[in-house]
């Protein structure tokens, strides 16, 4: 008796997983600050900007891609200017060389009050 009515409830249950909206937000952001910038600079390789790109393009914007990995190539033809980030990674990273405290191992810091973090 318990089992079927516990049944009935999962199935009533609704697992609501929210979709990121972040590619329609930098899409509203760029129509909506369009009088504020004369290049529109992409930081991704992703097929749902090309829409657009082309619209910026068609309203005089100058149109930047910077991205790795796969870059949808209507994409790469409307940019302006397409750099490919694996290619700049040497340029625009660093590595920061730290030593390990005595007797801690290696000091990465901590969010959760481990091993590095300053209590």
């Known amino acids: 008796m318990m ?7 999962m199935r009533e249950i609704i697992i609501e997983i929210p979709k ?19 290049t529109f600079c992409l930081f991704s390789g992703d097929s749902d900007f090309a829409y657009l790109s082309r619209f910026l393009k068609r309203k005089g914007k100058h ?3 910077i991205a790795s990995g796969q870059v949808f190539h209507t994409l790469k033809e409307v940019a302006d200017l397409y750099i490919n980030a694996q290619q700049i990674k040497h340029d625009i990273s660093s590595v920061k060389e730290t030593t390990p405290h005595e007797g801690r191992g290696l000091d990465i810091g901590s969010a959760s009050g481990g091993q590095g973090s300053q209590n």
């Not at 079927?4 to 409830?9: A, G, V």
């Not at 952001?29 to 009088?35: S, W």
């Open 63 to 65: 149109v930047m891609v």
């Open 20 to 38: 990121s909206n972040f590619d329609v937000e930098i899409s509203v952001d760029a129509i909506r600050i369009f009088d504020r910038y004369d």
């Open 3 to 9: 089992a079927k009515k516990f049944s009935r409830m």
